[in-house]
């Protein structure tokens, strides 16, 4: 929940969310934001979205689809908040690619991921896991490249941070940050 708090503090005005899911992040946007858009692939989980979007303090607006073909216009949106989604994306290139389609060009993405870690030793976990992570985790990739993704579609870091949580070293190594359309 820090993770979330704070990467979630720093929305404003429009915001798209990237994988929404059962909107465990909807109570924590405060007055700054105006609406809040939330896309998720999954009906079940809009479907608890929907009770938390009830009680949220902006207006919420739900919408099943992928975050690989967003359907919003371009530069319509002021910050994209991404928690622990594009871990499981199909394709990240393609999501970040909408991400900066949809963002107006002063606009934010802000994000909280876990992804490769610096260690030779613990990528290899990594890589050996992730076959047998994706299945039982939803298409979770233990192993990508957080920050390298997001610069390599077009962004330049604002903020960094990085480090591990408590617990094992393959799943914990943690990406925060905030980000800006180049």
Same mark, same amino acid.
């Given at each position: 929940?820090?993770?979330?708090?704070?990467?979630?503090?720093?929305?404003?005005?429009?915001? %798209?969310?990237?994988?929404?899911?059962?909107?465990?992040?909807?109570?924590?946007?405060?007055?700054?934001?105006?609406?809040?858009?939330?896309?998720?692939?999954?009906?079940? &989980? &809009? $479907?608890?979205?929907?009770?938390?979007?009830?009680?949220?303090?902006?207006?919420?607006? *739900?919408?099943?689809? %992928?975050?690989?073909?967003?359907?919003?216009?371009?530069?319509?949106?002021?910050?994209?908040?991404?928690? #622990?989604?594009?871990?499981?994306?199909?394709?990240?290139? +393609?999501?970040?690619?909408?991400?900066?389609?949809? %963002?107006?060009?002063?606009?934010? %993405?802000?994000?909280?991921?876990?992804? *490769?870690?610096?260690?030779?030793?613990?990528?290899? #976990?990594?890589?050996? *896991?992730?076959?047998? #992570?994706?299945?039982?985790?939803?298409?979770?990739? &233990?192993? $990508?490249?957080?920050?390298?993704?997001?610069?390599?579609?077009?962004?330049?870091?604002?903020?960094?941070?990085?480090?591990?949580? +408590?617990?094992?070293?393959?799943?914990?190594?943690?990406?925060?940050?905030?980000?800006?359309?180049?």
């Amino acid at each position: 929940m820090p993770y979330r708090r704070r990467t979630v503090s720093g929305a404003e005005g429009r915001v %798209l969310e990237i994988g929404v899911g059962s909107g465990i992040n909807l109570p924590l946007y405060d007055d700054k934001v105006e609406h809040v858009i939330g896309i998720d692939p999954s009906a079940e &989980l &809009l $479907r608890i979205a929907a009770d938390a979007a009830r009680s949220a303090q902006p207006n919420v607006e *739900l919408i099943e689809g %992928l975050a690989e073909t967003v359907p919003l216009e371009a530069a319509s949106v002021d910050c994209v908040v991404v928690t #622990w989604s594009l871990c499981s994306v199909t394709e990240p290139g +393609k999501v970040l690619a909408e991400i900066r389609r949809v %963002l107006k060009p002063n606009g934010r %993405l802000l994000f909280a991921e876990h992804g *490769l870690a610096p260690e030779h030793s613990v990528r290899r #976990w990594q890589d050996r *896991l992730t076959p047998i #992570w994706r299945r039982c985790a939803g298409n979770c990739h &233990l192993n $990508r490249p957080v920050a390298l993704l997001i610069t390599d579609c077009g962004f330049r870091m604002e903020r960094l941070d990085t480090g591990y949580v +408590k617990g094992p070293k393959p799943i914990t190594f943690m990406y925060e940050g905030v980000a800006r359309p180049n």
